[in-house]
């Protein structure tokens, strides 16, 4: 430790730590705009001159090293003095348009302005003038003239984004922050530069010119997209919600959110809002009131369970999508068992239904969401990580730049924009073999029995290696390990070499809320039917909650064959669109903003949040529409009166929550035999992951919106002879599609990529089945 006095205090810091460190360690403001906790020291702004003793000149707090025995002064004249001429040169350029700025109001220069700032400028030319760019749908650049350079937005693209889309080019007072190509940024975490950016150069376009910050009301919130939980701040007006910022907690999402995260918000605005109940009399949608929606569900209901008696009981089932709150998810389960039926799931994409905790317990991440990045082994399984949860990809490339070792095993290999130390590329069916592999040659290294047999080839070895020779190790298994047909295998021998090496082992999470799910019972009982049935065979009734049931499902056309020819179908969804051509009633319910909740993120947080603004229309929170069929079907325990009522009941006592996180149970199986034909792996593309962000406009028009396009790898794409810009024809479950088709050399062979979660591909059958393809 060293230690210095600072404005008359004694300080003490890590050896190593900068001034600025220490100021931040005593409490003691200085004026920046380069400087950020999160970011590498670029001594850009020079804003935080101080008065170092014995120094000739003001030093940098941000870039002058803490010794033993330093004085500082910051509010010395000879300090003040310099901040004073900085904030001259910093304005001599900026249009000062503050009065029609974006960034008004919470802009950092206009702030420091204010206590640094002159009355008058000395300065009498002509001001320098940088064009706009255009990157995108989501960031405006259309004043670049404000830029004063920091570089903030550069260096996030480097060490947290992972790749660099701006940079600056030329110098003096010629330089200016551009994609230098004229190209468009495109990382999943983009909007968080402009959180960073200290002046209205970066603004967000879709909130652009809409509301002033003052105007603005400020709320807490939790994500509702990956199983993160990242901790949202929602900005209201008039009763609207107009944008969404991080709200900081260094535990789960630092200062971050993905853009998903920040831009989803705009459906909740959108026409496709349902905002009143809807009931479909000959083929027509016609609106009516409250009581007579949940009056004909609750008949239907009990129309069903008298007509067909109790051994027809579990065709009456439920869905609710893995973003729907543990209040939600609670009722949902309580009303099913309530009128006898069993059939209650949340696992829409899975294709091995034993893949189960133990009772009362929940899969989760098996460590840490802040552990991630200061991991030093990382072995990710069938993880799409970099879109499927992009502020962990974040947390271990943090981890990768501090030297870890991060490795994968999938079909496919997408750039997750940090080193790969080994991979093992095979088809989904060879995952379990492959997995085998690497536990051989780790039972090899350690003298003990391997749990089935393998042989290690080069690649599983030096998987095998760095596990073993790793101190905070984790096997991490992704949605694609999750929802393969041996999940119980995979996990089984993850949870061995986990054993073995001393790692942790679980899985990164299907959604914001799926550890919630299983621990309030959202699973099928014993004779009950799980989501995978429910979505390939009729119905005698089916509640969907926040779900759209052919997009969510693992086999999209045999979802809509099942409910096309179920009998009562039930969607509560706040969107018209989601379920009209398979419903027979909507019940529009309140999305994460409209009402009360929780989630149950990854590592087992359980995070609450409030409503921030009232209900559309006649939309009502889900916890209450399903507390009042509980009634109207006349089942006892639905009588709750607030949200936290629900709460208590669903988790009971949260002191022992943690206590039911369980990864075990996994059973292993022999590998399952190599199928013929071509091999589908499916991603779901992260705008098209439920059904806010597939109706985000500004989402929607990113580059990782663009339509699909099937993924060959490069055998089978020299083999049909295909050339760039090609088309094919893909074949699945009697189903026909021609879409455009590319070269993909990371693809294992035998296998072909195809999206899944969207509409342009929800003619095809199961995310794991076999495919043919030819060329058009």
């Given amino acids: 430790m060293a230690e210095l006095e600072l404005d008359g205090k004694k300080v003490s810091v890590p050896d190593g730590s900068m001034v600025m460190h220490a100021a931040d360690a005593a409490g003691v403001y200085i004026p920046h705009f380069c400087y950020h906790k999160k970011l590498s020291i670029a001594a850009n702004c020079r804003m935080c001159l101080v008065d170092v003793e014995k120094m000739p000149k003001p030093m940098p707090a941000c870039a002058t090293p803490v010794t033993n025995g330093m004085v500082v002064r910051t509010r010395s004249d000879k300090a003040l003095k310099a901040q004073q001429s900085v904030m001259e040169f910093l304005l001599i350029n900026h249009p000062l348009d503050c009065p029609i700025c974006d960034q008004g109001g919470e802009c950092q220069l206009q702030d420091l302005a204010v206590g640094y700032g002159g009355t008058a400028s000395r300065y ?93 009301s400020r709320r807490k919130s939790v994500s509702p997209h990956d199983s993160t939980g990242a901790n949202l701040v929602v900005q209201v007006k008039a009763g609207k919600v107009m944008r969404v910022v991080p709200l900081e907690n260094d535990a789960v999402n630092e200062c971050w959110i993905a853009d998903r995260d920040r831009y989803s918000y705009e459906a909740l605005n959108s026409e496709q809002r349902l905002t009143q109940p809807m009931i479909k009399q000959n083929g027509t949608w016609q609106a009516v009131d409250w009581n007579t929606a949940l009056g004909y569900v609750a008949d239907g209901i009990k129309r069903v369970k008298a007509e067909f008696g109790a051994g027809a009981v579990n065709e009456i089932g439920a869905i609710g999508h893995v973003s729907s709150t543990v209040e939600e998810l609670h009722l949902l389960a309580k009303l099913v068992r309530g009128i006898g039926s069993q059939s209650i799931d949340h696992r829409t994409r899975h294709a091995d239904f034993g893949n189960t905790a133990p009772a009362g317990r929940a899969r989760w991440l098996g460590t840490s969401v802040a552990a991630l990045s200061k991991l030093d082994r990382a072995f990710v399984i069938g993880s799409f990580l970099r879109k499927d949860h992009p502020l962990f990809a974040q947390r271990l490339r943090q981890a990768a730049r501090h030297g870890a070792r991060v490795m994968s095993l999938h079909a496919v290999h997408d750039d997750w924009l940090l080193p790969l130390a080994a991979r093992l590329t095979l088809a989904p069916a060879a995952w379990v073999q492959g997995l085998a592999d690497v536990a051989a040659a780790i039972a090899a290294a350690k003298g003990v029995a391997a749990p089935m047999a393998g042989k290690a080839g080069p690649e599983a070895q030096a998987i095998a290696d760095a596990l073993l020779s790793g101190e905070r190790v984790a096997l991490l298994l992704g949605n694609a390990a999750a929802q393969h047909p041996q999940a119980g295998s995979l996990l089984a021998l993850a949870q061995w070499i986990a054993a073995q090496t001393g790692a942790s082992c679980g899985y990164l999470g299907e959604g914001a809320n799926a550890v919630g799910a299983q621990l309030v019972g959202a699973l099928p009982g014993p004779g009950g039917r799980h989501a995978g049935q429910m979505l390939s065979q009729p119905m005698k009734a089916l509640l969907l909650l926040n779900t759209e049931p052919v997009l969510d499902a693992a086999d999209a056309a045999a979802a809509r064959k099942s409910l096309a020819e179920s009998g009562l179908v039930v969607a509560l969804t706040a969107f018209k669109d989601v379920a009209a051509d398979v419903a027979d009633v909507m019940l529009p319910i309140a999305p994460f903003t409209e009402t009360a909740g929780a989630f149950v993120n990854a590592e087992g947080r359980l995070q609450s949040f409030h409503g921030v603004v009232k209900p559309q229309g006649d939309a009502r929170p889900g916890w209450k529409v399903l507390r009042v069929l509980g009634n109207l079907l006349g089942l006892p325990g639905f009588d709750q009166e607030s949200a936290e009522q629900v709460r208590a009941e669903a988790l009971g006592n949260l002191a022992t929550l943690s206590g039911r996180l369980d990864n075990g149970g996994a059973v292993l199986t022999a590998p399952a035999a190599t199928p013929a034909g071509l091999q589908r792996v499916a991603d779901v593309p992260i705008y098209a992951t439920d059904a806010s962000v597939r109706r985000a406009t500004s989402l929607q028009l990113t580059a990782d919106a663009r339509p699909p396009m099937v993924g060959l790898p490069s055998a089978l794409w020299r083999q049909l002879g295909l050339q760039a810009g090609g088309r094919v024809r893909v074949g699945q479950g009697g189903a026909k599609l021609e879409l455009p088709a590319r070269e993909d050399i990371s693809l294992a062979d035998g296998s072909v990529r195809i999206a899944a979660g969207l509409a342009a591909t929800a003619a095809l059958g199961a995310m794991f089945g076999t495919v043919t393809v030819e060329k058009v």
Wanted: glycine letters at 10%; hydrophobic letters at 35%.
């Fill in 124 to 216: 009498a030319e002509e001001k320098r003038v940088v064009f706009h760019k255009d990157v995108g749908p989501l960031i405006s650049m259309e004043e670049m003239s404000r830029c004063i350079h920091c570089t903030r937005c550069v260096r996030f693209g480097q060490e947290v984004a992972g790749v660099m889309e701006l940079g600056m080019i030329h110098r003096g007072e010629h330089s200016e922050i551009t994609t230098v190509a004229g190209g468009s940024v495109d990382s999943e975490l983009s909007g968080n530069m402009i959180d960073i950016c200290p002046v209205g150069a970066l603004t967000s376009k879709p909130f652009r010119y809409s509301a002033r910050t003052w105007e603005l």
